[in-house]
């Protein structure tokens, strides 16, 4: 068939255009109806008052909220993932150009002589308007779309999910800060309860009154509250160079000053599992990674058919460039193209199979992905229910530590004890104390893990422990 007369067939075929390949249905996921660990939890009043994307607000610390504000301007690595999304959408918007004709303007200024000495010459001068466009009748366009807007909402979930957990990095190391201050507290005071203790020993020790042993025992316990102390304080300080990175500013320029923890531990949404599907980064990226393969498909299945385009051009010449557009020489081509892969080797059934193949990974990695998610906020509530427990074990175990030192206290003064037992009841306290406060760190470490667990934010609410 000659291509002229094939020109008159392509409205035929434009409506007949389909997009070949699978069309994209979401996998299914096996979700549990509720977390098995959220059995001792019940729904309260949702928190109304809290932004939903601000998750750290429910911390109440003027610090932390100004602290997480820098994330999404300074953290580096944020930066580099909101690039990489604008390069997805810059992809798709060149997808999107293959849709449309391609459209240029050419001019030649040719310059030719005859005869032995050249000296008959002649000018020509000529300009053109040049038009390509390529049929998208099997969908390979349209599928490259899909599969660059799905890579491109897949960027976008990448980009949620590091700011994220950039967001949920810093404020663990902050609140570990925080108490981290409060432990460097109870161990200055355990310090020197040891030291007056091994000053005591050493004094009896000189005095003949009691043996070396009771005085190298009370200076071994002071040298491990001392190096417990250092170790303390170099975590302090690392935490704090940790803060710096987080929000794009050198170790050395930052300081974070002392203060006190927030008064409470937030309460957080037990939400249903089907939720966490669409509120979880990592999850949406998979699943549009999915997507985006389910399009490869149909781009690979396009190869096997004919691909048509069209190609224009309008044009003058004239041997006197002003006279140009007023020239009688026009130049005018207007023509369609098939074009059809007859043999490559197996070449595109190979296509197919790597992008099917790379689908079913996608898949495999969706479906892991919300396991792992599941597991991770199951652990997380868990670690709460018994942390909670814990603390308020650590609770009962200072208050009765407490209540020891002052009856012992009681007894120095009536003189029935000596000042070495009340040293003695002090630091057994302030070790309760600190044990306390390592519960409570932790207890305030897996809230923020369930947090981002739960993808960062929520719209059903809060809710609250039953034993508090």
């Not at 607000?57 to 999304?85: C, M, P």
């Not at 466009?133 to 909402?153: M, Q, Y």
């Not at 000053?257 to 949404?269: A, M, N």
């Amino acid at each position: 068939m000659r291509l002229d007369r094939l020109f008159w067939l392509y409205p035929v075929l434009l409506a007949a255009a389909c997009d070949v390949g699978p069309d994209y249905e979401k996998p299914a996921v096996q979700t549990p109806t509720a977390f098995k660990e959220a059995g001792t939890w019940q729904q309260a009043e949702p928190a109304d008052t809290v932004e939903r994307g601000a998750w750290w607000k429910v911390f109440h610390d003027a610090t932390l909220d100004k602290l997480e504000e820098q994330i999404a301007l300074s953290n580096q690595n944020v930066k580099s993932y909101e690039a990489a999304y604008r390069q997805a959408q810059a992809l798709t918007d060149e997808a999107r150009a293959g849709w449309f004709p391609t459209v240029s303007l050419n001019g030649s200024d040719t310059r030719s002589a005859t005869g032995k000495s050249g000296t008959k010459s002649a000018s020509a001068y000529a300009s053109s308007l040049n038009a390509s466009w390529t049929a998208d009748v099997w969908g390979r366009i349209g599928r490259t779309v899909e599969s660059n807007e799905a890579k491109a909402e897949a960027s976008a979930a990448d980009l949620a999910g590091v700011q994220l957990s950039a967001q949920t990095t810093l404020a663990t190391d902050y609140l570990d800060l925080r108490w981290q201050d409060e432990q460097i507290t109870t161990l200055r005071l355990i310090a020197e309860a040891n030291r007056k203790l091994a000053e005591i020993e050493k004094s009896r020790y000189d005095a003949g009154t009691d043996g070396k042993q009771a005085w190298l025992a009370a200076q071994q316990n002071l040298d491990a509250a001392e190096a417990t102390l250092s170790n303390a304080q170099i975590t302090r300080e690392q935490l704090e160079h940790a803060i710096a990175t987080l929000i794009g500013t050198p170790a050395s320029q930052i300081a974070v000053p002392k203060s006190g923890v927030p008064s409470h531990v937030p309460h957080i949404p037990a939400q249903i599992p089907s939720n966490l599907l669409q509120q979880r980064p990592d999850i949406a990226s998979a699943e549009r990674a999915v997507a985006a393969a389910n399009a490869d498909i149909g781009v690979a299945t396009a190869a096997w058919f004919p691909t048509f385009s069209f190609d224009a051009s309008y044009g003058y010449s004239a041997a006197i460039l002003p006279r140009l557009l007023q020239s009688p020489y026009s130049l005018w081509s207007f023509g369609p193209t098939v074009a059809e892969t007859l043999f490559d080797a197996g070449n595109r059934e190979a296509t197919i199979e790597a992008a099917r193949a790379g689908y079913d990974q996608t898949v495999a990695t969706y479906r892991q992905t919300a396991l792992t998610a599941f597991q991770e906020v199951e652990d997380d509530l868990s670690s709460l229910h018994h942390l909670t427990d814990q603390v308020q074990q650590q609770q009962s175990n200072l208050e009765h530590a407490r209540a020891a030192q002052d009856i012992v206290e009681a007894q120095q003064k009536v003189g029935t004890s000596a000042v070495s037992d009340v040293l003695t009841a002090r630091i057994t306290r302030l070790k309760a104390q600190q044990s306390w406060q390592i519960a409570q760190q932790q207890r305030y470490e897996t809230t923020v893990a369930l947090i981002e667990a739960l993808g960062g934010t929520w719209t059903t609410g809060t809710v609250e422990n039953k034993k508090e």
